[in-house]
T-cell receptor, first 113, second 108 residues
């Protein structure tokens, strides 16, 4: 299995631009998580899905952030408009409901200038 | 007060030393996770435990539910063990609450 796949691995953009991060979970996994990691706040859960349905988005910072999971094999995290404080590494992880072990993707390092 | 606290924040050891990283928490959990983040940034799940002790190679994780405390031990440490080790709490849902991590450097 290829593991959790994220793209792009690195993204540099200018303030105000729209940014879309992508994630392909491990086949057969039905829970998907988006995390953000910064030096100041460490790892934080942004949102998670079970069976493609958003369960908890209380970690989404504000309306500029949105996440979708149109099918079991794909999810996006969108930031519009982006701001310098959004600069972070964004991780996607997947698991099977009921197993608790999460498998992390390699992350997307986002820099907003 | 943070729900999960790790100690120490930074740890430097000589190759071959026995290493212990601690995690204390203040909320009810269904499981506690230990994660390893390599210098390149990748995150790997090491253990998930809800009671007792688990061992994988040179790594041992223990948890005491009554005392709300877990430890991660590394025996015969090696420079390739250098990483950030993160404790995370799992609740009734699949949400994880992360500790701030322990930065371990093992010197040859």
């Amino acid at each position: 299995d290829a593991g959790v796949i994220q793209s792009p691995r690195h993204e540099v953009t200018e303030m105000g631009q729209e940014v879309t991060l992508r994630c392909k979970p491990i086949s057969g996994h039905n829970s998907l998580f988006w995390y953000r990691q910064t030096m100041m706040r460490g790892l934080e859960l942004l949102i998670y899905f079970n069976n493609n349905v958003p369960i908890d988005d209380s970690g989404m910072p504000e309306d500029r952030f949105s996440a979708k999971m149109p099918n079991a094999s794909f999810s996006t995290l969108k930031i519009q408009p982006s701001e310098p404080r959004d600069s972070a590494v964004y991780f996607c992880a997947s698991s099977q409901v009921g197993t608790d072990t999460q498998y992390f993707g390699p992350g997307t390092r986002l820099t907003v200038l | 007060k943070n729900e999960v606290e790790q100690s120490p924040q930074n740890l430097t050891a000589q190759e071959g030393e026995f290493i212990t990283i601690n995690c204390s928490y203040s909320v009810g959990i269904s499981a506690l996770h230990w994660l390893q983040q390599h210098p390149g940034g990748g995150i790997v799940s090491l253990f998930m435990l809800s009671s007792g002790k688990k061992k994988h190679g040179r790594l041992i994780a223990t948890i005491n539910i009554q005392e709300k405390h877990s430890s991660l031990h590394i025996t015969a440490s090696h420079p390739r063990d250098s990483a950030v080790y993160i404790c995370a709490l799992g609740g009734a849902t699949n949400k994880l609450i992360f500790g701030t991590g322990t930065l371990l450097a093992v010197q040859p």
